[in-house]
């Protein structure tokens, strides 16, 4: 088992050294240059534009920054913000808790909803419920979340009062953050916990426990939801990466602290440490999840496990 | 003196309704649009972070309603015949928020910061222009030297990028750690930052300098002062009206007539010192190196029309070069000319170009085509700006191709020269920012920032420019800008469209007044219920 992973994190490291590499092209072939988006409010001397050049080792070649920033990157010295000054590393070290918190809780709001749907909707299939079911869960899907959000907001803070519209620091601030985040991907965990119900509900054991007078109820909270959710669980923690990315326009309607607000408000500022770094720390959190997800699928069937000791 | 009335452009919707209780020592937030990063003065460009910084700092200068220099933590100055001595006389009764003494070597302190080029200042470095060094020969005395006469030097000390920081904190602590923990002598000190969401200040019980045009003396009447980042309009703008913030900035004109009539909240307009928002018409290739085409060109747009429909009143239009609340404003400008696209259609005419079968006019085999350059995303609505424009000048024979860009592949088309009209404002306290924007040294190029966009080149306007920054004597320099504007309209070197104005609504919150940049001060602010 020990080595198995060690042979999956191995094979993550050229991933993400591409991912480094493709980043700092993209980011430097665009057109566009970070000085002037940084002197961009006042008349710029030429000694001005040559020291801050210097500072911020912008007059050195491509392939020495690039080799500055992967030396660093090992170090976990992923360098200074143009615009603050800030080591990138103790920036991210501070809005990652926020951006975590939020995709994890959307993550528990889309499992749960996601379950409780679609295993009502499997066992009332092609029912009224069913059909409502099936219909909310592409709602929810094909909601943008900006608008869910706002929607929420006015409902429940303007209007109720029930929950803050902005902030941060309180567990309250997080509720409906989560709640937009979480229904977006909701949708898909419905579908997929109603079809593998249906699925597990066609199997013999299932009527061989009806046969041996197993009320309905007992059936179906004991036996064939544990055995249907399972596959649910792979895809809700694969959904992480994506919850995260969506962190990025939730934090924005909710004027909550994150990593995506950080990306978006870098991007704009052609504040390229920030951006590498922030990308960066996504990608290795991506490669993680999937190896994780490998790892855990081994760990619970012997045959994938014996199948992936082979290759 | 035509400053003064302009400041609050549109104020107080609901009028007498309100019969609000002051609350002594109260709380407030105040709502800001755009994420802040840092608050050294020295180091951060950002007009937001103005804002905050501008309560946490005390200047050495003030400028009044009428743009007048007056004390604040300098008493006094002198200023030697050369122009380049200037000797400043200061309080001695001082103190930065972390009980250090503000004296003269405090602000030699902070005026060699800036300069050093490990601060890498931005913006601070440019206000204080040729800065040589700095003397302080006792606690309430400081030299300064320049070395070239700099008259927007006093001017530009008002500014809140001239805030004076407290030596001991900035020589003990990191930059990095610094921009985030910053100690001034101003009516707010400094508590926390927790990005993306809000600033808190807290009052400075020590205050006892704030300048002339306070309304009162001590210290400030608000005892927590919060700045909460809200990007949303939407959302900023509930919060404000349910209460759970006291003032909110930016609003959006679309909302604007449904607050002015809201009786419980008040709407404040302030218009933005500096170079309003202007087209900038480029002079270094055809068709707009001919001044009579850029004439015909501005005689065809309806400016007027445009900036009422787009702004619904809350934005004033612009004429010059310089925005009404500037040092040195003409206000023979207003009205220097007017809209009339028969008499640029008889213009182009007599200028050679005529028009052709497909109602494009023609010259020497050249169409009369043109590129608007504008930003992306669409900043107070320039791209509608672009729009009205573009149909303007399409109906008097130009071929008008408008093209949107993000900030930096646009910065790069600028340097390039790839346009004939593109725009740009600059918020600034002296009208020295002409300087660098007809000025051919400035001009853009390849590999070159720079912000004469219209590629003005002209001996004598630059002349005249160079004499705006070395006459001291203020009635002299106002005259010199006189000149410098009647000059860049009879021209028609770049167009003016709107005056940036600050907006904001205060719901629960009183006594806000302004800088001569238009930063809000909160130090007189109560909470009212």
Redesign the interface.
Known sequence: MGYLIAKRVLAGLPTLLGVTIILFLTLRL????????????????PE??A??Q???GLNKSIPAQYWDFLTGAVTLDLG??Y?????VTS?IA??IGPTLLLALAAAGVSAVVGILLGSVAAIRRNGVIDAFVRVTSLVFTSMPS?WVG?LL??FF??KL?WF??????SPQTLVLPAITLGLSAAGTVTRLVRNSVIEVLGENFVVALHAKGLRSRVVVMKHVLRNAVIPTVTIVGLQLGALLAGAVIV????????LG??LV?AI?G?DYPVVQGVVLVIASIYILINIVVDVSYAYIDPRVRSALAKT | MATGSLALAGCGGGGGAKAATTVKDGDAIFAIDTPVQGFDPNVRPAAQEARIMRQIFDSLVYLDESRVVKPWLATAWKINDDGLTYTFTLRSDVKFHDGTTFNGKAVCFNLDRIKSPATASVYAIGLIGPYQSCEAPDDTTAVVKLATPYAPFLNNLSSPFLGINSPTAAAAAKPEDYILRPVGSGPFRFVSFTPNDRVVLQRFDGYNWAPGNAKHSGPALLKTLTFQIIPDATVRMGSLRTGSVQGAGNVPETEVAAVKQDSRLTFIAQQQSGSPFQLQLNASKAPFNDPAVRRAARQAMDIGSAVKALYFGVYQRAWGPLSPTTFGYDKAVENSFTFDPAAAQTALDAAGWVKGPDGIRMKDGQRLSIRYLEGAPNREKRQDIAKFIESNLKAVGFAVDVAFAQAAPLQTEIQQGNYDIVGLSLVAVDPNALYSIYNPQFAPTPKKLGFDLSHTDDANLTAELAQGQRTIDPAGRAKVYASVQQDIIQNARTVGIYVPTYTLVLNGMDGLRFDAEGYPIFYDATRTR
């Open positions: 665009l057109p566009g240059d970070p000085l002037a988006v940084i002197l961009a409010g006042a008349p710029p001397t001005m534009v020291n801050i210097q500072q911020f200074s913000s615009s603050t000054r800030q080591p920036m501070q809005q900006f706002l907001i006015m803070s303007f009062g803050p519209a902005t902030g941060s620091g934090e924005s309607v909710f004027s909550r602290q994150g607000q950080m408000q704009g052609k």
